[in-house]
Each structure stands twice: as structure tokens, then as C-alpha cells.
């Protein structure tokens, strides 16, 4: 009999420790959402993903899409682009009528459109009548399979025949005025 206590006291000591080291039964989505009557200290913004739409990735593709782009700002009648690797040059057609200073607004605001593009930010944009007709011809020979190497000569000419207005912005390099730059500009007449 004297084992019975002792039995007794084992099991008692067993089911008391058990008892103390279990964890509380809550369920996870009580301790994750506050009450009614818990306030929220914090705002938490979490961005949205959403896939990508896959676009066609081709030269032809980007240069269509480009196109579109020119041709959606006012005043211009058509465009042409030809992209080969990173390069882009747009060329927007607009009426003769125009004046200078309005033909400039409109290849910027080409330009601005070109730049929320992916592709377009670095386009070369022209107005040039003769240039928008060789960079026709150029697509022209894209699509027969001229060789490249041509096209790119001819390329080559285009972008150092104009002073195109770039989609990417340009910084302003100023030289700071120094002591031989002052004395030249007082002695120029």
C-alpha cells in the first residue's frame, strides 16, 4: 500500500506539469484580427502585382507600337520608326503649313509620349521631310532583307545629318567660368 501513494503522487506530478506547459488554445485567426474594439495603429500598403502583359519583343513590333505613340499627339499626319538593337529613330510627318517654332513644340511633345515607353525612352525624333522618307525607304529594306550592315551605314548618316530631340532627358553641361575664359570673352569685340 505504501506504493499506492506514491503511484498517486507520480501521476498527479505528471498531469500537473503537463498541465502547466501546455500552451493556450487560441485559434490563429483570433490572435491575427483585432476586435471590435482594438484599434489598428499602423496602415500597411502592400503593392499590387499583377503580371505583365507580354508584348511582341520584335524590331517591327516595338517600331508599330512607336508609331502609334507619335501618331497620337495633334498635328502629326503619320510617323515611320526604325529600331535596330537599342537604337530608335522616329520620324513624324506634319504639315508644311507649321511654323518652326510649333514644329519644334510637336517633336517634344513626340519625345515626352516616346519616353513613358520602355523602348521609345531613348528615340531620336526628326520632322525632317527628306530624313522621313529615307527612314521609310529603311524600313522598306528591312522588310525585303537588305543586310544589316547597310542599314546601319544608312542609319549612321541619318543620326549624324540631324540634331535630333532626344525622349531621354539631357543634362546641361556649363563650365564653370574660369580666369582664361574671361579674359577671351572681354577681349572679343
Do not use: F
Not at 495633334?74 to 507649321?98: C, E, H, M, Q
Not at 521609345?120 to 543586310?147: F, M, S, Y
Amino acid at each position: 500500500m505504501h506504493s499506492l501513494p506514491k503511484k498517486l503522487g507520480i501521476l498527479l506530478l505528471s498531469m500537473w506539469l503537463l498541465a502547466g506547459c501546455q500552451t493556450s488554445n487560441k485559434s490563429p485567426a483570433k490572435e491575427a484580427s483585432p476586435g471590435p474594439q482594438q484599434k489598428i495603429s499602423y496602415t500597411e500598403r502592400v503593392k499590387q502585382t499583377l503580371p505583365e502583359q507580354r508584348r511582341d519583343q520584335s524590331s517591327q513590333a516595338i517600331a508599330n507600337r512607336l508609331v502609334q505613340i507619335a501618331t497620337s499627339i495633334p498635328n502629326v499626319r503619320g510617323a515611320t520608326a526604325v529600331v535596330l538593337g537599342k537604337y530608335t529613330i522616329v520620324g513624324i510627318d506634319l504639315d508644311p503649313r507649321l511654323d518652326r517654332g510649333r514644329v519644334g513644340t510637336v517633336k517634344y511633345s513626340v519625345a515626352q509620349a516616346l519616353h513613358e515607353d520602355p523602348q521609345g525612352a531613348r528615340a531620336l525624333v526628326t520632322a525632317d521631310v527628306d530624313l522621313v522618307q529615307r527612314l521609310r525607304d529603311i524600313n522598306e529594306d528591312i522588310r525585303n532583307g537588305r543586310p544589316v550592315a547597310g542599314i546601319l551605314e544608312e542609319l549612321a548618316d541619318i543620326t549624324n545629318r540631324i540634331i535630333p530631340q532626344p525622349s531621354k532627358e539631357t543634362k546641361k553641361r556649363e563650365e564653370a567660368p574660369s580666369r582664361n575664359n574671361e579674359q577671351r570673352l572681354k577681349q572679343s569685340p
